[in-house]
């Protein structure tokens, strides 16, 4: 009898480990199985995620076709940009918004003729300011000045392109047209616009609006932002 009593507490130890270490092994397996859920469900919303941002490129993709578009939105990484698609590959227009306002916008458009879209691009000949007073615009290039009625634009010719800025000699705005020229000139220098098949035209308004259009054939695109900086950024993201 003493010794079944001394044997009865060890079974009741023992029991008492084996049902602790039952239960941590049941938490440990509910703690994996919970890990295991949170990690597929983790996984499953990466790939809804994934596959909604597919499905919107596709549909973007399936309505231009295979469409150069700029890669750039000009905005910085951080700020919301939201683009709206109206056309078909052939005739089309985007617009880029940020905080419910359309800061920018990239169109085509086919016209019947190369010669009807050539109409289109706003080219401006070099023989059309020629004799006229000239600056320097940096990297060689040449600006064209013309002054009147306290306006000023500067015009500039390289490759098949064409500049404009418009500026005034008054005011915030004394020697905007030259500076904004300069800004361009220097910009492209490191970035390619598009090749056009005949001829492109870059124009910086007063209010620094700005508009890149270039001809491909019968094709003419455009760019116009509110900012040339943006403009110029998007125009040579295309890909």
Not at 43 to 67: I, R, W
Not at 80 to 100: E, H
Not at 169 to 195: C, D, E
């Amino acid at each position: 009898m003493k010794s079944w009593k001394k044997v009865v507490p060890a079974v009741v130890v023992l029991g008492l480990a084996l049902t602790a270490c039952g239960q941590k092994n049941n938490d440990n397996s509910n703690s994996q199985s919970s890990s295991e859920q949170t990690t597929a469900s983790t996984s499953s919303s990466v790939q809804s995620s994934s596959k909604s941002s597919s499905t919107s490129s596709m549909k973007k993709t399936n309505k231009l076709g295979k469409e150069k578009l700029p890669q750039d939105n000009g905005m910085e990484a951080s700020s919301s940009v939201n683009t709206k698609v109206d056309g078909n590959k052939d005739n089309y227009t985007i617009n880029y918004s940020n905080n419910n306002a359309i800061y920018a916008t990239f169109t085509k458009h086919t016209y019947s003729s190369s010669a009807a879209a050539m109409q289109q691009v706003g080219y401006q000949s070099a023989a059309n300011v020629a004799g006229l007073p000239t600056t320097s615009l940096g990297y060689g290039v040449k600006g064209v000045a013309d002054h009147g009625a306290g306006q000023v634009y500067i015009q500039a010719n390289f490759g098949n392109w064409s500049l404009l800025t418009h500026g005034s000699n008054f005011g915030k705005q004394k020697g905007f047209a030259t500076k904004q020229a300069k800004n361009v000139i220097s910009f492209i220098q490191n970035h390619n616009l598009p090749i056009p098949n005949k001829a492109g035209s870059i124009r910086v308004e007063i209010n620094n609006t700005t508009t890149i259009t270039w001809q491909e054939g019968t094709v003419v695109y455009s760019v116009k932002a509110n900012n040339a900086n943006i403009a110029l950024k998007m125009v040579t993201s295309l890909k």
